[in-house]
T-cell receptor, first 111, second 111 residues
Framework: NAGVTQTPKFRVLKTGQSMTLLCAQDMNHEYMYWYRQDPGMGLRLIHYSVGEGTTAKGEVPDGYNVSRLKKQNFLLGLESAAPSQTSVYFC??????????FGPGTRLTVL | TQLLEQSPQFLSIQEGENLTVYCNSSSVFSSLQWYRQEPGEGPVLLVTVVTGGEVKKLKRLTFQFGDARKDSSLHITAAQPGDTGLYLCAGPGGATNKLIFGTGTLLAVQP
């Protein structure tokens, strides 16, 4: 089991560029989440999904879109990157019970 | 709005010392989880406490859930450099299995 994997691990973008972060889990989990982690701000929920084909907004959804076309994958898109989106992005997944399993993170810098 | 406040924010101690980290809220939580995040990695679930007054032990780590289910503590006995990391508490944030994370306690254990 690979658990939760994220690609890419690092990325540098210029303001206005777009990109997609991929999260994959091989644990057959229903729930998947995207967080951003900034110094002093803890983990903040961007978007989440309670199952294949469903998505919902979290605490800080502006500037991001998501898709969950397959149960094992959860994609996070930035259509027009801004410096304020410089952060570390974590994906997580879980069953209906128990804790969340996190990926290793994607470090994104927007210049 | 449910909030989880952790204290202290930072803690630097020598190997062999004991320490306690606190997680407090004005809201009642049905359960609380503790995660540890090592540098460059995603958070990893340590424990879930679900009953008021519950105490759980994980080797040198002791977790307690307050009687009123509004607070929790993590006590580490004889800290080791391998305990270094960011400790996060988290609780259910309403429906759909969302989590609210505390701001974290950054622990550094010096050899």
């Amino acid at each position: 089991n690979a658990g939760v994997t994220q690609t890419p691990k690092f990325r540098v973008l210029k303001t206005g560029q777009s990109m997609t972060l991929l999260c994959a889990q091989d644990m057959n989990h229903e729930y998947m989440y995207w967080y951003r982690q900034d110094p002093g701000m803890g983990l903040r929920l961007i978007h989440y999904s309670v199952g294949e084909g469903t998505t919902a907004k979290g605490e800080v959804p502006d500037g991001y879109n998501v898709s969950r076309l397959k149960k094992q994958n959860f994609l996070l898109g930035l259509e027009s990157a801004a410096p304020s989106q410089t952060s570390v992005y974590f994906c997580a997944s879980k069953l209906s019970w128990g804790g969340q399993f996190f990926g290793p993170g994607t470090r994104l810098t927007v210049l | 709005t449910q909030l989880l406040e952790q204290s202290p924010q930072f803690l630097s101690i020598q190997e062999g010392e004991n320490l306690t980290v606190y997680c407090n809220s004005s809201s009642v939580f049905s359960s609380l989880q503790w995660y540890r995040q090592e540098p460059g990695e995603g958070p990893v679930l340590l424990v879930t406490v679900v009953t008021g007054g519950e105490v759980k032990k994980l080797k040198r780590l002791t977790f307690q859930f307050g009687d009123a289910r509004k607070d929790s503590s993590l006590h580490i006995t004889a800290a080791q450099p391998g305990d270094t990391g960011l400790y996060l508490c988290a609780g259910p944030g309403g429906a759909t299995n969302k989590l609210i994370f505390g701001t974290g306690t950054l622990l550094a254990v010096q050899p």
